[in-house]
């Protein structure tokens, strides 16, 4: 599953322990994030994660341009729901999207934990489904 990462500043200490806490899981999967909370989580885990713009630069859109192609399966996205964001409009965007090809998105740890155990039961596999059926680009 191609599943990303994606935390506020004050959020990144909870993403990193969350992720320490389910490597196990996670080291099975493809991996992606936004710049700067998966060089925290590279650093305090061996997991090998592809990262993209920091998300005030543009990491949550292109992220969100693999979620418009239904090509992310999980998205862990630990918001900062008491502080501004100055891209608050690509936060919005990337959540729309994630709403439009029905991706299963947590916005906090509790669902976080949920989605993360549905993944080791093998509850994702309707997105191998999605991944084959996937209809080909709109002209
Ligand atoms: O701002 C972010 C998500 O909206 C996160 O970006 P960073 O991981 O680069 O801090």
């Not at 713009?53 to 693999?66: V, Y």
């Not at 976080?112 to 084959?132: A, D, M, N, P, Y």
Request: with cysteine; hydrophobic share 40%; charged share 20%.
């Amino acid at each position: 599953m191609n599943i990303a990462f994606i935390a506020h500043d004050r959020k990144k200490e909870e993403m990193v322990n969350f992720v320490i806490a389910y490597e196990y899981v996670f080291k099975d999967h493809t991996l992606y994030s936004t710049g700067t909370t998966g060089t925290r989580i590279m650093e305090q885990t061996g997991l090998s994660i592809h990262r993209f713009m920091s998300g005030p630069l543009g990491g949550d859109q292109q992220i969100g341009a693999m979620v418009a192609q239904n090509e992310m399966d999980l998205i862990i996205f630990l918001r900062d729901p008491l502080m501004a964001q100055p891209h608050e409009p690509d936060i919005i965007a990337l959540l729309r999207l994630c709403d439009v090809q029905g991706i299963p998105v947590a916005t906090n740890i509790a669902t976080g934990e949920l989605l993360v155990h549905s993944l080791q039961r093998g509850e994702f596999g309707w997105r191998e489904l999605v991944h084959k059926y996937k209809p080909g680009e709109q002209s």
